[in-house]
C-alpha cells in the first residue's frame, strides 16, 4: 500500500508540473498585439502544439519515464521579439498578411470563427492547387436601407437617462410660426460683408526693403508651412504686421494659423493675436475667419467652462453687430457643438431655434452633431433617430459618422450595442469596398468631409453622381473606432484582456499604432494598477512601455511624445513600478520630447509632488 500512494503522489505531481504554463494566455494576447511577423508566426507554431495532447501522451507512460524537457519561457521569446521589432524599421505587409492568416483564430475568436475581411478564404477546398482561377467577386453597391440597417430601432429606450429628455427641433422647420421666446434676435442691418478700405503700406513696401516681410512671404507660400513657422515669421515684422501684407497674403496667415491637428491655448493666443491686429487697423475679416476666432474659444480645451462659452459668444457677438457679418451654418455649428460639449443643453436648444428662424438648412456637420449631442445626453434611442434622419437626409454615410454613432452610444450607456454597430461596420466594409481603408491622415480627413458635405448639397440634382461618390466612401474601422472602445474598457471595465483583442484586430487591419492609444493604455495602468491581483501588471506595463519607445524611435507620424502622454506614462510608472523606475521614465521622455510653450510647466505642476519629493 505504501508503494502505490508513493507511485501515485508521483505520478500526481508528474500530470501537474508537466502541463504548467510558465505564464497565463492573457499576457500572451496582450504582448501578441504589439508584436512583428515573425513573432506571429512563432506563436502560431505554438499554438499548434496543444497540452492536452502532451498530457494524454504522459499518462500512457511508465512512471519510472523521465517527462520531456520543458518550453523556454515565453518571456524569453516576447522579449528576443521585441528587441527585433524596435531593430526593424521596415516589414512588408505581405509578409505581416501571410503571418495574420495563418493565425486568425489565436487573435481574438475561436479559430473555427469566420474573418469578415477574408471572404474568399471562407470556402473550404480539398486541393487548392487544381483550383480554376476565378474571377473578382463583383461588389454590391449599399442602398439607403443598408445603412439604416446598421443600427437597431426600438420602439422603447433601454438607456439608463433617456426619461424627460427634450428632442432636436425638425429640419424642416414650419417658418410661419411665431418666434421662440428664448430665440436668440439676430442685430439689426446685418449686412453680409464690408468693402475693404485701401491699404498702402504693403503696396510701398516690398521684400528687398524689409527682410521680415519677404521671410513671411516665403513661408507663407509653402504647403508645409506650420503654425508655428507662420506665426514666428509675422512676429519679425513690425506692428501692426497685417499692414503690410495684401488681403491675399493676409487670407493665407489666417488660414495657416487656424488649420491645426489639435488647438492649444498657445495657438489660441497666436491667432486672436493676429485678429486684434486687423481691428486696430480697421481692416475687415471674412466669414470663415471669424469662424475661427469662435472656434477656437472651445476647441482648445478638454473641457469647456461658462467661461468658454461665454467668450465665444461675445465673439459671435462682436462678428454681427460690429463687423456687420450675417453668420451662417459653420458658425452656428459651432456654437452648437461648444453649447452640447460644455453641457448647456438649454444654450444648445436656443442656438437651433436661432438656426430655424434665419432659414438656414442643416447640412453634413450639423447633423452628425446632433448624433454626439443625444449621446451627451444619454438618451440611445434619440441617438438612432439622428442617425436614420442624416441617412434619409441623403448624407453620405463615411467611416467619421459611424465612429461618431459608436462613441454616442457609449456614452448613452449602451456599450453592447456600439459594438454591434463595430461589427456591422466590418461586414458592411467587405461588402462595399473590399479591402480599402479610410484615410489616416488627419488633413484628409478634413478635406474629405469638406469634400462630401458639398457633394450632399450639390448633386442632389444628379442622383447618378452622388452614388458613385457614396460608393466610393470607407465604413471601415479606424484608429478613431478602436480608441473609443479602448477609452470606454480604460475608464469603465478595466477588462485588458478585451483591450488586447481590440488591439490585434487594429493589427489584422494593418491600423498603424497612434499616439493616443498608448496615452490611453498608460492611463488604464494609472487606474487600475498597483495592486493585487491585477491583470494591470508592471510586467505589461514594460511591454507597452518598450513598445512605445520603438513606436517613437522608429519615427512613425502619429507616435509622438506628447504632455499628455508624459503625464499618464509618469503616473502609471509610479503607480506600478515604484520612484526609481518613474525617474527612468521620465529621463527617457524628457530627452525625446519637444515641449510647446506652457507644456513643462503644466507636467511639472501635475507631477511635482511625483518628480521632487523623496519617498
Same mark, same amino acid.
Given at each position: ?11 500526481? %505531481? ?8 510558465? $505564464? ?77 492568416? %495563418?493565425?486568425? +483564430? ?71 410660426? %411665431? ?16 468693402? !475693404? ?22 513661408? $507663407? ?10 506665426? !514666428?515669421?509675422? %512676429?519679425?515684422?513690425?506692428?501692426? +504686421? ?135 445626453? +444619454? ?29 454616442? $452610444? ?34 484628409? #480627413? ?99 512601455? !518598450?513598445?512605445?519607445?520603438?513606436? #517613437?524611435?522608429? +519615427? ?60
Amino acid at each position: 500500500m505504501a508503494t502505490l500512494n508513493a507511485w501515485m503522489a508521483r505520478n500526481s %505531481s508528474s500530470r501537474v508540473k508537466d502541463v504548467k504554463r510558465p $505564464l497565463g494566455p492573457q499576457l500572451l494576447t496582450f504582448v501578441f498585439t504589439f508584436l512583428q511577423p515573425a513573432t506571429f508566426l512563432l506563436l502560431s507554431t505554438l499554438k499548434e502544439q496543444p497540452i492536452k495532447a502532451v498530457t494524454r501522451k504522459q499518462n500512457r507512460s511508465t512512471p519510472s519515464s523521465t517527462p520531456p524537457p520543458s518550453p523556454p519561457p515565453l518571456d524569453n521569446i516576447f522579449i528576443d521579439a521585441l528587441a527585433k521589432a524596435c531593430l526593424c524599421r521596415q516589414h512588408t505587409r505581405a509578409s505581416i498578411a501571410r503571418a495574420i492568416a %495563418s493565425n486568425l +483564430g489565436y487573435l481574438y475568436h475561436k479559430a473555427r470563427r469566420r474573418n469578415a475581411y477574408d471572404t474568399a478564404g471562407q470556402i473550404r477546398h480539398l486541393h487548392r492547387a487544381a483550383m480554376p482561377l476565378r474571377p473578382p467577386a463583383k461588389l454590391r453597391s449599399l442602398s439607403r436601407d443598408d445603412y439604416l440597417s446598421m443600427l437597431d430601432y426600438y420602439r422603447e429606450s433601454y438607456s439608463t437617462q433617456a426619461d424627460g429628455l427634450a428632442e432636436l427641433p425638425p429640419a424642416t422647420r414650419d417658418l410661419s410660426a %411665431s418666434k421662440s421666446e428664448n430665440a436668440i434676435i439676430p442685430p439689426p442691418e446685418v449686412h453680409t460683408c464690408s468693402e !475693404e478700405p485701401p491699404s498702402l503700406l504693403y503696396e510701398r513696401i516690398n521684400g528687398s526693403d524689409l527682410p521680415a516681410l519677404s521671410h513671411l512671404l516665403e513661408a $507663407l507660400d509653402r504647403d508645409d508651412c506650420t503654425h508655428e513657422e507662420a506665426f !514666428e515669421a509675422y %512676429s519679425a515684422l513690425p506692428s501692426p +504686421g497685417v499692414s503690410y501684407l495684401s488681403p491675399r497674403r493676409r487670407r493665407l496667415l489666417f488660414r495657416r494659423l487656424s488649420v491645426l491637428e489639435n488647438k492649444s491655448r498657445t495657438s489660441k493666443m497666436r491667432y486672436l493675436s493676429v485678429v486684434d491686429d486687423m481691428k486696430s487697423t480697421d481692416l475687415p475679416m471674412t466669414p470663415a475667419e471669424w469662424n475661427s476666432a469662435i472656434a477656437f474659444c472651445g476647441q482648445c480645451f478638454t473641457r469647456l467652462t461658462a467661461v468658454d462659452i461665454e467668450n465665444a459668444l461675445r465673439t459671435w457677438k462682436e462678428m454681427e453687430q460690429e463687423a456687420s457679418i450675417r453668420s451662417g451654418n459653420t458658425t452656428f455649428n459651432i456654437l452648437f457643438d461648444m453649447a452640447a460639449k460644455a453641457g448647456k443643453f438649454a444654450l444648445a436648444e436656443m442656438i437651433l431655434n436661432e438656426m430655424g428662424n434665419r432659414n438656414l438648412k442643416y447640412n453634413r456637420y450639423s447633423r452628425n452633431s446632433f448624433i454626439f449631442y443625444h449621446g451627451l445626453r +444619454g438618451d440611445g434611442d434619440a441617438v438612432r433617430r439622428a442617425y436614420r434622419e442624416f441617412v434619409e437626409a441623403g448624407e453620405i454615410v463615411d467611416t467619421v459618422v459611424m465612429n461618431c454613432v459608436i462613441t454616442s $452610444l457609449i456614452r448613452a450607456g449602451e456599450p453592447a450595442a456600439a459594438e454591434q454597430v463595430y461589427e456591422r461596420m466590418k461586414r458592411m466594409h467587405a461588402k462595399q469596398t473590399g479591402h480599402r481603408l479610410p484615410p489616416g491622415n488627419w488633413r484628409e #480627413i478634413r478635406d474629405l468631409g469638406r469634400l462630401l458635405n458639398r457633394a450632399a448639397q450639390d448633386l442632389k440634382e444628379d442622383p447618378w453622381k452622388l452614388q458613385e461618390l457614396r460608393e466610393e466612401q470607407s465604413i471601415a474601422p479606424d484608429v478613431q473606432t478602436y480608441a473609443s472602445f479602448i477609452e470606454y474598457h480604460v475608464y469603465q471595465t478595466g477588462e485588458l484582456r478585451r483591450i488586447a483583442a481590440f488591439l490585434a484586430e487594429m493589427r489584422h487591419l494593418g491600423l498603424p499604432m497612434h499616439g493616443r492609444i498608448f496615452t490611453k493604455l498608460f492611463k488604464g495602468f494609472t487606474h487600475h494598477g498597483g495592486v493585487r491581483y491585477t491583470s494591470w501588471t508592471r510586467a505589461r506595463l514594460e511591454i507597452v512601455w !518598450e513598445s512605445t519607445l520603438g513606436a #517613437i524611435d522608429q +519615427g512613425l507620424d502619429d507616435v509622438r511624445v506628447m504632455k499628455w502622454m508624459v503625464l499618464w506614462a509618469v503616473q502609471a510608472f509610479d503607480r506600478c513600478a515604484g520612484r526609481q523606475r518613474t525617474l527612468e521614465v521620465w529621463s527617457e521622455l524628457r530627452r525625446r520630447w519637444e515641449p510647446g510653450d506652457g507644456d513643462v510647466a503644466f507636467v511639472m505642476t501635475t507631477l511635482g509632488k511625483i518628480l521632487t519629493v523623496n519617498k
